[in-house]
């Protein structure tokens, strides 16, 4: 079974959509973190955001935002008024302790169109 | 500040030959050193790690190998390459529990 499952696979949206992410995880850990990474074109993963389990507060960084809820094991991000330099892979990553490396869903990718 | 380097950038191979992919990060001592791989349109799959000089863990058996010769240096190997070891190959360092960073990656097509 999938520790990080993102089950959208392709977003298409419309310039200044608001487009949510979707991210459901999967641990018998108490203590663990979640992550956000942005793949542009470039290919290079570009880290947004951790947050650890114990911490549910809403995180808003501009256009950025993410919904991180222990009793449904999701950690949603949405982008408000989404640009065309938004349109990436986005991949949502848990990190557990008896792991040492973070486990990756399988991306969304993000196509926002002009 | 923290950086890391991958290279090359892209490299094709003909299928039986060798490789050998360099990762060095700077700025921070003892890092745990990740090499991923990213097949087509797909997720990334862990297939080494290190915590430290020597010490290699593999996710996955395969036709790659990795060595650790210095505290800063990743290296992923192979003696022969296959067709099916063509991919996107990212190196990434952390500190422990933390979030992980990458480099910009080595598209890897074999041919």
């Known amino acids: 079974a999938q520790k990080v499952t993102q089950a959208q696979t392709e977003i298409s949206v419309v310039e200044k959509e608001d487009v949510t992410l979707d991210c459901v995880y999967e641990?018998?850990?108490?203590?663990?973190?979640l992550f956000w990474y942005k793949q542009p074109p470039s290919g290079e993963l570009v880290f947004l955001i951790r947050r650890n389990s114990f911490d549910e507060q809403n995180e808003i960084s501009g256009r950025y935002s993410w919904n991180f809820q222990k009793s449904t094991s999701s950690f949603n991000f949405t982008i408000t008024a989404s640009q065309v330099v938004d349109s990436a892979v986005y991949f949502c990553?848990?990190?557990?302790?008896?792991?040492?490396?973070?486990?990756f869903g399988s991306g969304t990718r993000l196509q926002v169109q002009p | 500040s923290q950086t890391i380097h991958q290279w090359p950038a892209t490299l094709v191979q003909p299928v039986g030959s060798p490789l050998s992919l360099e990762c060095t990060v700077e700025?921070?001592?003892?890092?745990?050193l990740y090499w991923y791989r990213q097949a087509a349109g797909r997720g990334l799959q862990l297939l080494f790690y290190s915590v430290g000089i020597g010490q290699i863990s593999s996710e996955v058996p395969q036709n790659l190998s990795a060595s650790r010769p210095q505290d800063r240096q990743f290296i992923l190997s192979s003696k022969k390459l296959l067709l099916s070891d063509s991919g996107f190959y990212l190196c990434?360092?952390?500190?422990?529990?933390?979030?992980?960073?990458f480099g910009q990656g080595t598209r890897l097509t074999v041919v």
């Open positions: 990553a848990l990190s557990e302790p008896g792991r040492r490396a973070l486990t």
């Open positions: 990434a360092w952390s500190r422990d529990r933390e979030e992980a960073f």
């Open positions: 641990t018998r850990d108490t203590t663990y973190y």
């Open positions: 700025g921070t001592s003892n890092p745990n």
